[in-house]
């Protein structure tokens, strides 16, 4: 199969960046094509670690990168990123990289609103990353997005900053936060401008053209299903459709060149931030895993809430995504554990039992896991190369992961 996208399965951090670099070197393209720099994808190649949040992961193994029009960028954190790797001595040009045109920015006044929303939500907060991916795409579904392509068209700047402003600063007024002056914004889009217009371009016609030579293109999910606007445990999800079906949209390609769709899953659960997660661990076990499996955020830092793998979950994911295959990270961090749970399902109001995270956000906080318990494994699965050196019970686990889910992994 030619093309690959790979996606999150279950709340981010499932360790797609890794996928993803091991898949790059069978591919001449990858392209990131939703999220923005709320994403960390963490590389290890030979002695250095990249840490990557916006560069599609292929620059590492000297692939073209291309960064679609389904992203919200920041150009600051771009550049920056750019000469972050530069000191670890990957040189990113716009030979390697390419922007579609028609992204949309993210402006100082995002993450500004981002964080004042936050603070206003107080023990409600969602617990975003602070990056200004909701209002940036807010803005974008408003019309009143300033776009990569806008700063070729300097003259025209002004005026859409008069419009944007005058929704953000009304807001932010109305928020107690501080607002923006045109003249700061405008001088920094001017300050880009020379910079990032060398790596716009229509990447459609670029894809246009790999698909007719036959060129191998990955495209690089951000985040996961469930945290997709529309299918995660929504309010607590990003801003973005998450599924492989957005590769298309946001990279401007039609649905027959994703290809195969891969779902990466950790061996157990994880999330950061606020929302629903059923088979949440809050005890010794829980922290174990946390420990074990260095669960810190790459954006953020911030300590990521551990539980058993939610099979149920992953089922529906592996539904709503259009999950063909799964890779399953992480198996290690279970070693020495005697005893595992899987859920299989969720009991509601204390009866009836369902296969399905319900939709409503209390009825989700109100799902009860039911489990399948598990044998563990004392040895260790790390360096397996194949089910052989794994030890038995490890098997038997990911082979009822599979039939859960109904993918091989
Ligand atoms: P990768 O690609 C895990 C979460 C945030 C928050 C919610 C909304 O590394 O898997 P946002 O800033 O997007 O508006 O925050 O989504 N979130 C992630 N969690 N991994 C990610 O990306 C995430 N990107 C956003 O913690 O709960
Ligand atoms: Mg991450």
Not at 41 to 49: I, S
Not at 94 to 102: G, Q, S, V, Y
Not at 130 to 154: F, H, M, Q, S, T
Request: charged share 25%.
């Amino acid at each position: 199969m030619a093309n690959v996208a790979v996606i999150g399965a279950q709340w981010g951090d499932e360790g797609k960046g890794k996928v993803v670099d091991w898949l790059a070197s069978r591919a001449e393209i990858v392209v990131r094509f939703q999220g923005g720099h709320n994403a960390g994808h963490t590389l290890v190649v030979g002695d250095q670690t990249y840490k990557l949040s916006l560069l599609p992961s292929g620059l590492v193994r000297g692939k073209l990168g291309i960064i679609g029009n389904g992203v919200v960028l920041d150009p600051q954190a771009l550049l920056d990123e750019i000469d972050r790797v530069a000191a670890q001595g990957l040189k990113v040009t716009p030979d390697t990289l390419r922007i579609a045109e028609n992204t949309p920015l993210i402006l100082p006044v995002h993450p500004a609103l981002d964080r004042a929303r936050e603070a206003a939500r107080g023990a409600g907060a969602i617990g975003t990353t602070g990056r200004g991916i909701g209002p940036a795409y807010e803005d974008k579904v408003a019309r009143r997005a300033i776009r990569l392509c806008d700063l070729a068209e300097p003259d025209t700047l002004s005026a859409k900053l008069d419009e944007l402003l005058l929704h953000h600063n009304t807001l932010l007024r109305g928020l107690g936060a501080p607002e923006f002056a045109k003249d700061e914004l405008l001088s920094l889009l001017n300050g880009w401008a020379p910079r990032l217009l060398p790596f716009a371009e229509a990447v459609w016609e670029r894809l246009d053209e790999a698909r007719r030579a036959n060129a191998r293109v990955l495209f690089e999910g951000a985040q996961a299903v469930m945290l997709d606007v529309d299918h995660g445990t929504y309010p607590f999800v990003t801003s973005s459709n998450t599924v492989a079906g957005s590769a298309a949209a946001g990279a401007g390609i039609g649905p027959d060149a994703i290809g195969t769709v891969l779902g990466i899953a950790k061996a157990y659960t994880t999330r950061v931030g606020s929302g629903p997660f059923p088979t949440e661990l809050h005890d010794e076990v829980g922290r174990g895993l946390g420990d074990r499996g260095r669960e810190f955020g790459t954006v953020t830092g911030r300590r990521r809430r551990c539980g058993w793998f939610d099979a149920c979950m992953v089922r529906q994911a592996v539904k709503l995504g259009g999950i063909q295959g799964l890779a399953l990270t992480k198996l290690d961090v279970l070693d020495g554990m005697p005893q595992l749970r899987v859920c299989t399902g969720y009991r509601i109001g204390g009866g009836e039992v369902v296969r399905r995270l319900p939709g409503a956000p209390g009825a989700q906080a109100a799902a009860e896991p039911v489990y399948e318990e598990m044998e563990g494994w004392s040895g260790s699965t790390r360096g397996a190369r194949s089910y052989a050196d794994l030890p038995a019970t490890a098997v038997k686990y990911v082979r009822r992961i599979e039939e859960l889910d109904e993918a091989p992994v």
